[in-house]
């Protein structure tokens, strides 16, 4: 099982899922409820009544103004998570208040903070392409039903696109390509690389570029630890000119893929993912067919995992796994991960003494 990492900022959903239906999501094992105030800011407490732990996100629990009102015995909280209303009585126990948790909105996604001291000047990492004017965006979430460090290890390994996601997004050369890996211990970042200069081209792009015949192919991968994964995907017909000094790059296709990686419980995340282009923006036939197609893929994905949890579940203890070359990517983030949740369990140990 990979370790919970707290005082963290997670993904609890894409921006537009919080309004004012009562939502909830579960991430490191809190129950959370998500709503929109009136004036549109995104609220997150505890999805849990006081007085009987009634999951607030349920019906009828609903929304009177800002407050919540807890469908069960009607207990009534604000946004503070304070409790201002208790049936039957004017005094309000003391204890009657709700965990709150600090919420950012960014890109497009709605970042709560989870851990046992507040984020202080520590802000979620970026993926300015999901609300920018510049990209046009596709995205959803589907969960799994294995261990987040499961879908970390899925993503830092792109070979396996050849052979889980053939006529979707593979093509023999993503396994048959050597990687290059670099870390930033430090910031908690892992880069992985992989150039194809002369690739046969997947479906996926054939489809929503219009290119014919082979491409160069690149997939830049930045993860940051633990829990958003940018791919940032080059595509050109093999023998256009690369990228300017200047960094622009106008005769290539980009493509930004986003996951939001978010552990539930032990055993499920939460994969919310997207996907950012830089061309044909109007063009809603090519948005259809990158979201079809996106979610195929991840779908795949989500099945491969699933079994895959199910058969660990199942292995004795002590059995030896083998790791290759382009296991260096994932392996990485898998010391991150430990060093991150070490250092979790240390800070909440000061804090305690």
């Known amino acids: 099982?990979?370790?919970?990492?707290?005082?963290?900022?997670?993904?609890?959903?894409?921006?537009?899922?919080?309004?004012?239906?009562l939502l909830g999501r579960t991430v490191l094992g809190e129950p959370i409820l998500l709503y929109r105030t009136e004036d549109g800011r995104a609220v997150a407490m505890s999805d849990r009544c006081v007085h009987r732990r009634f999951p607030l996100s349920e019906k009828?629990?609903?929304?009177?103004?800002?407050?919540?009102?807890?469908?069960?015995?009607?207990?009534?909280?604000?946004?503070?998570?304070?409790?201002?209303?208790?049936?039957?009585?004017?005094?309000?126990?003391?204890?009657?208040?709700?965990?709150?948790?600090?919420?950012?909105e960014q890109?497009?996604?709605?970042?709560?903070?989870?851990?046992?001291?507040?984020?202080g000047d520590t802000l979620p990492p970026r993926a300015p392409w999901l609300d920018s004017p510049d990209h046009t965006v596709v995205r959803g979430m589907e969960p799994i039903d294995g261990d987040y460090g499961l879908l970390v290890d899925n993503l830092m390994?792109?070979?396996?696109?050849?052979?889980?996601?053939?006529?979707?997004?593979?093509t023999p050369e993503v396994a048959e390509t050597p990687i290059t890996t670099e870390v930033d211990d430090k910031a908690g970042i892992v880069y992985v690389s992989r150039h194809m200069d002369d690739a046969e081209c997947p479906p996926f792009y054939a489809e929503s570029t219009g290119i014919e015949g082979r491409i160069t192919r690149w997939q830049d991968i930045e993860y940051h630890a633990p829990g958003l994964y940018l791919l940032h995907s080059r595509i050109a017909p093999v023998g256009a000119p690369g990228p300017n000094a200047d960094g622009t790059d106008p005769h290539a296709f980009h493509v930004e893929v986003v996951y939001g990686i978010t552990p539930s419980t032990e055993r499920t995340t939460y994969d919310f993912w997207a996907v950012a282009r830089d061309f044909a923006l109007e063009d809603q036939q090519v948005s259809d067919f990158l979201w079809e197609n996106n979610r195929t893929?991840?779908?795949?994905?989500?099945?491969?995992?699933n079994v895959l949890q199910k058969a660990l579940d199942t292995?004795?203890?002590?059995?030896?796994e083998l790791s290759i070359n382009i296991d260096t990517g994932g392996l990485a983030a898998r010391r991150i991960l430990a060093r991150l949740a070490a250092e979790g369990v240390e800070q909440v140990g000061a804090a305690a003494r």
């Open 315 to 320: 292995e004795k203890a002590g059995y030896q």
């Open 297 to 305: 893929v991840v779908l795949q994905d989500v099945v491969a995992l």
């Open 1 to 21: 099982m990979t370790a919970f990492v707290r005082n963290q900022w997670y993904v609890a959903a894409h921006a537009h899922e919080v309004g004012r239906e």
């Open 107 to 119: 890109d497009a996604f709605v970042w709560v903070w989870i851990g046992d001291r507040e984020p």
């Open 157 to 170: 390994d792109l070979s396996h696109e050849t052979y889980l996601h053939g006529g979707y997004i593979g």
């Open 60 to 104: 009828p629990s609903r929304l009177d103004g800002d407050r919540v009102v807890c469908g069960y015995h009607g207990f009534t909280y604000g946004t503070d998570g304070g409790c201002v209303s208790v049936p039957g009585q004017q005094r309000i126990p003391r204890t009657a208040r709700l965990k709150t948790y600090p919420v950012i």
